[in-house]
């Protein structure tokens, strides 16, 4: 079997000698996300955002450094810090216990790989997608995390995962691993949070007709991009 594998320094995706290419790749390919207005610097203060709130959930962040972080980085004052409080707000509040951790994995029907912000469970024993942005939720996040659950659906190690940590909580109720609720999160600068869910069944309809379009546009030297996040 081919091996998996991401490079974060070129932010690719490989199967084997195959390169995949990923689902914001193809949303961005598509025009429905816009690379127009975002700078490098953008990009960079984004990244440090999903970095802390990665950190946070792994007990081991660094709250005063965080000022500095802004700082280096040119951010509003408050930019990271605030937002890591409003992700602290949301799973303080809602109970959300994240499982699954910006992990990369691949759909072996389709071809397209991704990194899901978090999978995770709520005290009742759901099991729900949360990806976090730093502005406003787009509409095309319902396609990115439709995406992503597809990417839940085909990995045994993740719905093992999920289950083990579920066991743990004494919340194991045979949960279905593939349809999980979808959530866009937008952290914001006064640290409070703006949950917009995607429930439309027919998403993975419109999934899939952009994937196959984007995958056609490739096969034709289309869609050239100037970053790829690794998302």
């Not at 429905?32 to 970095?51: K, L, N, P, V």
């Not at 991009?225 to 690794?230: A, I, V």
């Amino acid at each position: 079997m081919a091996e998996f594998r991401f490079e974060p320094a070129g932010h690719e995706y490989h199967l084997g000698r195959q390169r995949l290419f990923s689902v914001t790749q193809m949303l961005t390919g598509l025009g429905m996300y816009s690379e127009e207005f975002i700078t490098e610097a953008d990009y960079q203060r984004g990244q440090a955002m999903h970095q802390a709130c990665h950190y946070f959930d792994l007990f081991d962040l660094d709250w005063d450094y965080l000022p500095r972080s802004e700082e280096l980085l040119d951010c509003a004052p408050g930019y990271i810090t605030n937002r890591t409080k409003a992700w602290e707000s949301y799973r303080h509040i809602t109970g959300f216990v994240p499982v699954i951790i910006e992990r990369s994995w691949y759909d072996p029907n389709d071809l397209f790989a991704g990194t899901p912000d978090r999978f995770g469970y709520f005290p009742d024993g759901t099991i729900a997608q949360i990806e976090l942005k730093s502005g406003v939720v787009q509409e095309p996040v319902a396609l990115q995390t439709w995406g992503y659950d597809r990417l839940f659906a085909a990995s045994k190690q993740w719905q093992n995962e999920m289950r083990a940590a579920l066991e743990k909580a004494g919340l194991w109720r045979n949960q279905r691993m593939s349809y999980l609720p979808r959530n866009g999160l937008q952290l914001r600068q006064d640290g409070k949070y703006t949950t917009k869910p995607f429930n439309d069944m027919n998403d993975n309809q419109h999934f899939l007709d952009a994937w196959n379009t984007f995958k056609w546009g490739r096969e034709r030297g289309m869609f050239k991009r100037r970053h790829d996040n690794g998302n």
